[in-house]
């Protein structure tokens, strides 16, 4: 069984930067899509960022283009959250997925984290 673990959340102000990171494991993530999705208290699930096996192909939420950037080193079975400029509404509790397609939705994601949360103050 596969295991995504992330890390790297926490408080910060309005306009501070935070790297997220999910570590993956117990299992080869060779060709998975690796996503990032968001979900604030009382609200759904969200897609923020996803980055295909080679890298060649990313996408990204409306609300964080241009602000935050998905990459992965899959030598080290890492996938990584840029994000920069934050907002109060970036707060939320953020998640890593992986999937063998690129999907915008948490619907049909095979493997999920736990989640690290993301507190940023006004």
């Known amino acids: 069984q596969g295991q995504l673990v992330e890390s790297g959340g926490g408080l910060v102000q309005a306009g501070d930067s935070l790297r997220l990171s999910c570590a993956a494991s117990?299992?080869?993530?060779?060709?998975?899509?690796m996503a990032w999705f968001r979900q604030a208290p009382g609200k759904e699930r969200d897609f923020v960022a996803a980055i295909t096996w080679s890298g060649s192909r990313t996408a990204y939420g409306d609300s964080v283009k241009g602000r935050f950037t998905i990459s992965r080193d899959n030598a080290k079975n890492t996938v990584y959250l840029q994000m920069n400029s934050l907002k109060a509404e970036d707060t939320a509790v953020y998640y890593c997925?992986?999937?063998?397609?690129?999907?915008?939705?948490?619907?049909?994601?095979?493997?999920w984290g736990q989640g690290t949360q993301v507190t940023v103050s006004s």
């Open positions: 997925a992986a999937d063998l397609g690129l999907k915008t939705t948490p619907r049909g994601y095979d493997y």
């Open positions: 117990g299992r080869t993530f060779s060709g998975y899509v």
